[in-house]
C-alpha cells in the first residue's frame, strides 16, 4: 500500500505483551487512551519513512479517535527525537546562532501561521483566564509566549531544544526551561499557572494519563488549559483516510476527534470552554505543485474557499481548545 501503509492483521490485541521483533514497543493500551472506551478495532498499519519500523493504529468506536497501539517505549522515543530533528531545526542548525532567530521571524513573514495562532490562543486566553500566570509548555520558537506577554501575561516557557532556547531568548527575553514536563517542575510549580498552553504537543505524546494529571497539578482554581491538536476528522482528514498527512508515527502517536479531545479533559476534571477547528496552508506552496501556471491561482481559490467552508462547519485541520479546571 502507499506511504507506508499495509493492512491491518487480525483482531486488536490488548495486553502487557510485546514481540520480541517490535523492542520500540511498550505496552498494548485495552481501552481508549481519550475516552477510555474499550471499544477498539484495529485500522492500519504504518511503517517509519525515518527508521522503517511498523506502528499499528488502533481506532476507537466511540469517540472516533486513533492512536499508535501499542505504545511506543519512551526510551525508543527518546533516542528517536535526539537522533532527528525537524527540517527546520536542521536547517537553523547549518547557520550562525545570532542569524537564527532573525531567519525563524523572516520565514513566518513570508507565511504568517504560528505567530497568528499564538495571537489568538493569547487573546482566548486573556478573555478566560483567572490570572496572569502562563505556562507555554513545548513553546517551540517563542510565538505563543511573546503573543503572551504582549497580552500582560507572565510567562514561563518549557521547550527541549537547546536551539529553540535560544532563539525564544532572542525573541522574549524569557529564559526557557530546557525540558519537557518534569516531575521536579511539577512539584516545584503545583497550581502555579493560570494558563498551560500546549500547541501542537499532545498528539506526540504517548503517557496521556500522566501529562492530563501534570496539567491539573499545574493549574490553580479556575485555570485554563489552551491545546492545539490536528483534527482527526476534518475534511481534509477525511478526504487523505489513511494517508492522512498527520499520520506520522512514531513523531504523532495520538489522532484526536473534537469529542476524543473533550473525553479526555472532562475525565481529568476539566470543562470546555470553547472548542472550534481552524485550517491554515501555505496556499503560495500549494500554487507552486499545479503544473499549469494559468491555473494555479484559480485552484488556490478553490481550496482556500474550501478550507474556509470547513472551518465554518467545524472541519477544519486543526482542533483549538480550551478547558477549564473545575476540580482540585
Not at 499557572?193 to 493549574?219: G, N, R, W, Y
Request: net charge negative.
Amino acid at each position: 500500500m502507499a506511504n507506508g501503509d499495509e493492512e491491518p492483521q487480525g483482531g486488536a490485541k490488548c495486553g502487557l505483551t510485546q514481540s520480541s521483533g517490535d523492542r520500540h514497543q511498550s505496552l498494548f493500551e485495552t481501552a481508549c487512551p481519550a475516552c477510555a472506551s474499550p471499544q477498539l478495532f484495529p485500522w492500519v498499519t504504518k511503517r517509519s519513512p525515518l527508521d522503517g519500523l511498523r506502528f499499528s493504529l488502533v481506532k476507537c468506536g466511540a469517540c472516533n479517535s486513533a492512536f499508535v497501539n501499542p505504545r511506543p517505549d519512551p526510551a525508543y522515543l527518546e533516542q528517536f527525537y535526539s537522533g532527528n530533528e525537524n527540517s527546520q531545526i536542521v536547517s537553523l542548525i547549518s547557520h550562525p546562532a545570532e542569524m537564527r532567530c532573525e531567519m525563524v521571524l523572516n520565514a513566518e513573514r513570508e507565511f504568517p501561521n504560528t505567530s497568528v495562532d499564538a495571537k489568538r490562543f493569547a487573546s482566548y486566553c486573556r478573555e478566560l483566564s483567572p490570572g496572569n500566570r502562563f505556562l507555554d509548555v513545548g513553546a517551540a520558537f517563542g510565538f505563543g509566549a511573546k503573543a503572551a506577554q504582549d497580552r500582560g501575561f507572565q510567562v514561563t516557557a518549557i521547550e527541549p531544544s537547546a536551539v529553540s532556547v535560544e532563539i525564544i531568548r532572542q525573541m522574549t527575553g524569557i529564559e526557557a526551561v530546557p525540558e519537557m514536563l518534569s516531575e521536579t517542575f511539577i512539584e516545584a510549580n503545583e497550581s502555579g499557572f493560570d494558563v498551560v498552553l500546549m500547541s501542537q504537543v499532545l498528539e506526540h505524546i504517548p503517557d496521556l494519563e500522566t501529562t492530563l494529571i501534570a496539567i491539573h497539578k499545574l493549574l490553580g482554581p479556575n485555570g485554563i488549559a489552551a491545546i492545539a491538536v490536528p483534527h482527526f476528522g476534518s475534511l481534509l482528514s477525511t478526504l487523505q483516510g489513511k494517508n492522512d498527512m498527520f499520520i506520522i508515527p512514531p513523531e504523532h502517536v495520538n489522532f484526536f476527534s473534537k469529542k476524543g479531545l473533550k473525553a479526555l479533559f472532562e475525565r481529568h476534571g476539566f470543562t470546555c470552554s470553547e472548542i472550534h477547528t481552524i485550517s491554515r496552508i501555505n496556499m503560495k506552496r500549494v500554487g507552486n505543485r499545479v503544473p499549469i501556471p494559468i491555473a494555479r491561482r484559480p485552484i488556490s481559490q478553490m481550496i482556500q474557499s474550501i478550507l474556509h467552508l470547513s472551518d465554518h462547519f467545524d472541519y477544519g485541520m486543526f482542533i483549538n481548545a480550551y478547558f477549564r479546571k473545575t476540580t482540585n
